[in-house]
């Protein structure tokens, strides 16, 4: 079972109250496609690099058994973000998003993805997912967003929304979409513009699960961390940890008992992103690693 995740590919330069570093391996589809490959391989990724990308972030990837048929190479500069934590860790400022080969690209989907039965268009415009969407033949299709894109191409991420079975979004960027102030009822409305299923991240507490039918509601836990080192790419990652979950276990038509299941091991997934810089924890997690922490996380939230 094969997974195609389109996104960004990017070069992150993240400073903490701890520590700051430049060039590091980031993107939403970086981070998807690595958790993703901790269930499943292979994982087909779908993005762009400019001529600057060093060749060990691609090895890296390429040793997680993510195929790199999709992601173009282009002249211009990578795609940049850089970004910086406070004190709380949970508030971010952007500095600055250097769009770079973004901003003239088409994605490419490869033959060979082009039958992958989960399809994933993590964040990047909602043109861009519409071009990859138009590509695939997806029995299950999920999809992330940002405030960014809610602001400048709002009418094209409903189009989006239509296209797909699964949106997930964080808490702030729901309400603002949806046009209210309670998670619950931005959750509803925004099933009600198209996708079966919404999830809302709630970052270190968890997320909201919503399903077809009114009673079709869990509250997915986060995995309590003592620390938290650098949060990026933890949304994206909860998403890839989600769909390889999915993938790995046959569940190309989710119920939403599946997607309770699936939630949870993206939660966890999740909890490694957090722990290091960039994606230096989560590439190293094996599937022992995660059951570990399911079988905590079960323990700390049955009673
Ligand atoms: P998250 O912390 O889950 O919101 O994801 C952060 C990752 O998203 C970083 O690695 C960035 O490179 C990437 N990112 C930030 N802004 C954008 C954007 N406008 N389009 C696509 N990816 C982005």
Redesign the pocket.
């Known amino acids: 079972m094969s997974v195609v995740i389109a996104?960004?590919v990017?070069?992150?330069n993240v400073k903490t109250p701890q520590d700051s570093q430049e060039n590091?391996l980031?993107?939403?589809?970086?981070?998807a496609a690595l958790a993703a490959s901790i269930f499943c391989q292979p994982i087909h990724l779908v993005g762009v690099i400019g001529h600057d990308f060093p060749k060990p972030h691609l090895d890296l990837l390429a040793s997680r058994g993510i195929t790199l048929d999709g992601l173009e190479r282009n002249s211009g500069e990578s795609?940049?973000?850089t970004?910086e934590y406070h004190d709380d860790m949970n508030s971010?400022t952007?500095h600055k998003?250097g769009?770079n080969v973004?901003e003239q690209w088409q994605p490419q989907v490869p033959e060979a993805a082009k039958t992958a039965k989960i399809a994933v268009a993590?964040?990047?415009?909602p043109d861009n997912q519409m071009q990859m969407l138009d590509q695939v033949q997806a029995d299950f299709v999920a999809a992330?967003t940002?405030d960014?894109?809610i602001n400048i191409a709002n009418e094209r991420l409903h189009d989006v929304l239509k296209r797909i079975d699964l949106l997930v979004i964080?808490d702030s960027e729901a309400k603002e979409f949806a046009g209210t102030t309670n998670l619950v009822d931005a959750g509803r409305k925004l099933q009600a513009k198209g996708p079966r299923f919404v999830i809302v991240k709630r970052g270190e507490h968890g997320s909201f699960l919503f399903g077809e039918k009114p009673e079709d509601f869990f509250a997915c836990s986060a995995y309590p961390l003592h620390s938290v080192f650098d949060?990026?790419?933890?949304?994206?990652?909860?998403l890839g940890g989600l769909v390889g979950w999915l993938a790995a276990n046959g569940k190309t038509k989710p119920t939403f008992e599946d997607l309770k299941t699936a939630a949870v091991h993206g939660s966890v997934a999740a909890s490694y992103t957090c722990e290091a810089f960039?994606t230096h924890k989560l590439q190293t997690v094996t599937l022992a690693d995660i059951d570990a922490r399911i079988a905590e996380l079960r323990s700390y939230t049955n009673f």
């Open positions: 996104g960004s990017a070069l992150d590091l980031g993107g939403s589809a970086s981070y795609f940049t973000w970004g971010r952007t998003v769009l973004l993590a964040n990047m415009s992330d940002m960014l894109w964080n949060p990026t790419g933890a949304g994206d990652s909860f960039s």
